[in-house]
């Protein structure tokens, strides 16, 4: 699982370089604007921001990844927001304004610091944390910031990888694997880890949220009109609707003659047939002789199957 903490630059950063959960800080956006970094890449887990906007942090958890959210928390000032959830480690990630080893991470490590790697220090041996990315590159000397007022530098070179897109036009619709990856991706994706309902509450009980959208589609496709049978005679009888006199009762309910059959089959549209496995008019009428008494008998005696 990639994880990495880094100030804001774009979203689209964010997906090159493949992230599983991104740590943001400097988000400077309110409360009520903070879900424009949710797309159909990432999703927001959790938030803080200022009143003030000249602050604050996030979490973007990948749509690939599937996991329940538990329990999410901020601070009110834009500095800290949280999110647990069951069989994951604890980390932590932010912009400390401070490196643990000057020797390595600073080109320049005769410059005077403050006391943050202190504090940090500190830190992370009450939590019993370690730097995962020094543990794995021990001897590594890669920067990623360039102070102006004390002419460090802190540089991180950065190659970007350009593939084609060859594999995705040929296959893309094909019944291959990558089509099967792309429809579990989409069913990744309309999958519902957590709702909010009408009153306020967060659930994320599968069956709590399945009886949720039950309930929404139930009362948003209901009927408001009483289907009771004293309500509809009452509204029928109500309407001054046209009858058929009886000679054109007589003459709907008649009998089909063999002329009437021919006559309608010549009105009917030439090259059109009735789906695609139809037969066309024309077949009915360069054959007419031999169907019309089959299909007279099968309009007048046979029964439908619907």
């Known amino acids: ?95 400390f304004n401070a490196v ?33 990315w020094r543990i794995q590159n021990t001897t590594a000397r890669d920067y990623t910031f360039f102070s102006n007022r004390h002419k460090t530098l802190d540089f991180l070179v950065e190659f970007i990888w350009h593939r084609t897109r060859q594999k995705y036009y040929f296959e893309a619709e094909r019944p291959s694997h990558l089509l099967a990856l792309m429809l579990k991706e989409c069913e990744t994706k309309a999958h519902f880890l957590a709702i909010n309902t009408p009153e306020g509450k967060i659930i994320t009980n599968p069956q709590v949220i399945n009886n949720t959208f039950l309930t929404f589609y139930e009362n948003l496709y209901k009927s408001e009109i009483s289907d009771d049978d004293a309500t509809s005679k009452h509204f029928l009888d109500k309407l001054e609707l046209p009858c058929l006199k009886q000679t054109d009762q007589d003459d709907l309910e008649a009998a089909l003659e063999l002329d009437e059959l021919h006559r309608a089959a010549k009105c009917l549209n030439k090259g059109k047939s009735p789906g695609l496995d139809g037969l066309p008019p024309e077949l009915y009428l360069e054959l007419w002789d031999m169907v019309v008494i089959t299909h007279h008998l099968t309009l007048e005696k046979g029964k439908r199957s619907f």
């Not at 647990?84 to 932590?92: E, I, K, P, Y």
């Open 100 to 132: 643990l080893n000057p020797s390595l991470d600073k080109s320049n490590s005769h410059v005077i610091g403050n006391s943050s790697p202190t504090l940090l220090k500190s830190l992370l041996k009450d939590l019993n944390l370690v730097d995962i």
């Open 1 to 95: 699982m990639l994880i990495q903490s880094l100030n804001i630059l774009s979203l689209n950063y964010i997906y090159r370089k493949k992230e599983d959960i991104a740590l943001i800080q400097e988000t400077h956006l309110k409360q009520c604007d903070v879900a424009r970094f949710q797309n159909k890449n990432y999703r927001l887990i959790a938030s803080s921001c200022a009143l003030n906007k000249t602050k604050g942090v996030c979490i973007l958890l990948n749509q690939k990844i599937s996991c329940n959210v538990n329990i999410i928390g901020n601070d009110e000032n834009g500095r800290l927001a949280f999110a647990q959830q069951n069989d994951f480690s604890l980390v932590v990630g932010g912009d």
